[in-house]
């Protein structure tokens, strides 16, 4: 049984630490089921959860490298109007448009353009190492169950398991939560009762996930204009709605 050490619980004046003092102290504790046992994952497990990270890692470099454009742009006095989409189409169109004095400084613009297309050719490789490297990993079925959820596609059902892992061991959807940090704090006492904002605790990566399909599950589900020309076809009504609904 693996125990999480930062959960055992310890008196404050005990200054006196031995392995016979430990043991006996850990018997005790088991014995009134004081001890919370972590899970241990494979090392598939982990390999999965390196590859899901090191996705992580290349799409908060391409927002930096995002936010470095726009704060130089910024810097010359070329903000982009206010109210419209960044970097979509008509974005990008606006970029290569620009133009400036001094032959410096269309050196950096271009090599920060280069930069942000590198960011996202390796952010592409490594989603599609995620999407090729789930079939094959012990949760694969249950990421497929999360996928019929609103707001949760391949990659963030596959960053939330990695972070997670076997979902079996919380009894209840109040411990997943608590684990996640997504209860509210609270502070009562007697007839006072006082609830402040969530407590963040345990996994952050996965917290942040559910709170980015928790944004995406407010919008309804919509069928694009393929899907629905597929569906005014003859004798295919019911494959386009199942079809629809699995997305």
């Known amino acids: 049984m693996v125990v999480a050490p930062s959960l055992i619980p310890k008196r404050p004046g005990d200054r006196v630490k031995t392995n016979r003092r ?124 999360l996928m019929a959820m609103r707001g949760m596609d391949l990659i963030s059902a596959s960053t939330f398991l990695a972070e997670v892992g076997d979902l079996s061991r919380f009894r209840t959807p109040r411990e997943l939560m608590a684990y996640l940090g997504l209860v509210p704090s609270e502070d009562s006492t007697g007839d006072t009762i006082k609830r402040g904002a969530i407590t963040k605790a345990g996994n952050r990566r996965a917290r942040r996930m559910l709170v980015e399909c928790s944004w995406s599950y407010q919008y309804p589900p919509r069928v694009g204009r393929p899907r629905r020309r597929f569906a005014t076809s003859p004798g295919r009504r019911s494959v386009a709605s199942v079809s629809a609904i699995g997305r």
């Open 22 to 145: 430990d043991a006996v102290s850990l018997a005790k504790l088991l014995r009134a089921g004081e001890l919370t046992a972590g899970w241990v994952p494979d090392r598939h497990h982990e390999a999965m959860r390196d590859l899901t990270r090191s996705r992580e890692t290349a799409m908060l470099d391409l927002r930096s490298k995002r936010q470095q454009i726009s704060a130089f742009l910024l810097r010359q006095g070329r903000p982009y109007p206010a109210g419209k989409k960044t970097w979509s189409k008509t974005h990008l169109s606006w970029l290569m448009s620009q133009r400036f004095d001094y032959p410096e400084q269309r050196l950096v613009f271009e090599e920060m353009l280069l930069a942000v297309r590198q960011a996202q050719e390796r952010l592409k490789r490594l989603e599609q190492a995620i999407r090729v490297a789930v079939p094959d990993w012990s949760l694969a079925e249950l990421v497929t169950a």
